[in-house]
């Protein structure tokens, strides 16, 4: 666009704004709002991530009863929990203050994690337990909306892709932060210690939640003491709040009576969905996949992929650095194109071949990685406590290739690299096609579009996985991916910017 893009080059998590807004008396604290709700997204992502690659382990430890099916439930109840809560968020945020939805959120993250982590402690039915605090964390993080609509109504147009890629980086060191966080304190053991007095076992899966926990207190804090509300039209002029009491709502010239295109809505969402899909799929399946395929060991399998999600988030940093630039270079809609064929190169990567098949569990365990109980016994394979290895009640495991290590790191070069690039322009583009009306519900209905793939992803995988390998699993992603760039073509033309779309400013 002519003027619209001259002025995101700034580097990330730097202020995107004109020489303009900077004579502006309250540029400073505009940019320490938005920045609030960078932490903000920041935490959402630590709370999904932080107990990801131990989440089975710990479940198998408090309740033995736990099968394959009811792991996927437990990865999918967090973003169950914030589908249904993104909607209601977003609405609350369209006519109240940002900082009232955003405080009440957070202290449901807050207590969540602690729930988590006392899920040990009653006597029965602890992992219903586990699987409550979980969809409670999810409730909590259904903020996101708001903060991406409070993002949308605080930048101009051409500050909105370097915002909105800002956040993605905010999220993206919150996946960094997060399996870091899990792989250091694997060390703490199993065991770990017990604080008597709070009846409170401090061990590798409780320590992660807790600590979760005091993100969100300091999030609270940087609501109340910093957030102040601020709206701006798409040329960067301020404007009284609309987003509360009809007072003070203003009249933005004809922008609010004007036409959304609900068909570009519409794909945005089905794209959204896509890419979020995919992603849960890709996070679910590590540690089963890698244990399987490798060998190893739960502790190994947290601690190894704990790394690999690390060395993914710094990765994303740097894709959300070029993504600024290409977008304001090429546009972002051949951003968004080119992430998704880079996720489809991907999951092409992870298809099984060769000649090599995977270790096989042969001795009578009921250790399923993916859906077992702990070994009672030494496994004679390898005289431990654990025994490894792909297990035979997988019966493609006898016929299905394994995956290499170096396939599965390149795999995960690839996803690293387009799943960044396409969860950015995502929503980057359904906020210009927005405009500039309250975006609140708008962007509620986004994240629980995400949520909900997020929500399915899981237990698709736990089912196709488990009952058909990784060759199909992985198949139906990349049948997946193509249609959405199918998709994402047929509706090419319609990704433009509400204010290009009506004329006032030239594409």
Known sequence: ??????????????????????????????????????????????????????????????????????????????????????????????????????????????????????????????????????????????????????????????????????????????????????????????????????????????????????????????VLLVLREYHVDEDGNHVRSINYTSEERVDIHDEAVETIDQCAILTSNILFFVVMFIFAVFETIATPLSMDMFAWTRKEAVLYNGIIMVGIGFQSILVFLVVKVAALRFGDRPVLLAGFFIIFCGFLMLLPWGNRFPKIQWADLKNNSFASLMSEGPSPANGTLEPTGCPYVQTWCQYTPAIYLAQYIAADFLIGVGYPACNVMSYTLYSKVLGPKPQGVYMGWLTASGSGARTLGPVFVSHVYTHLGPRWAFSLICGMVMGAMVLLAAAYRRFVAFSVRHGRVVE
């Open 1 to 222: 666009m002519s003027h619209v893009d001259s002025d995101e080059t700034a580097p990330l998590l730097r202020d995107d704004a004109s020489s303009e807004d900077s004579q502006d008396e309250d540029y400073g604290s505009r940019w320490r709002s938005i920045r609030v709700m960078y932490f903000t997204m920041f935490l959402s992502s630590v709370g999904f991530t932080i107990v990801i690659t131990s989440l089975w382990p710990y479940l198998e430890k408090v309740d033995s009863s736990a099968d394959a099916s009811f792991l996927g439930w437990m990865v999918a109840a967090y973003s169950l929990g914030q589908m249904v809560a993104s909607p209601l968020f977003g609405l609350w945020s369209n006519y109240r203050p940002y900082r009232e939805p955003l405080v009440c959120s957070i202290s449901i993250n807050l207590a969540a994690n602690i729930y988590y982590a006392y899920a040990y402690l009653p006597k029965s039915n602890n992992k219903y337990h586990m699987l409550m605090s979980r969809v409670l964390v999810g409730f909590g993080a259904g903020n996101v909306a708001v903060a991406r609509s409070y993002i949308a109504g605080a930048t101009s147009l051409k500050e909105r892709t370097g915002a909105m890629a800002n956040m993605s980086a905010s999220q993206a060191l919150g996946f960094i932060l997060g399996p870091a966080l899990q792989a250091g304190l694997s060390f703490v053991g199993e065991t770990g210690v017990t604080v008597k007095f709070l009846d409170l076992q401090l061990n590798m899966y409780t320590t992660p939640a807790l600590l979760a926990a005091a993100f969100g207190l300091v999030n609270i804090l940087l």
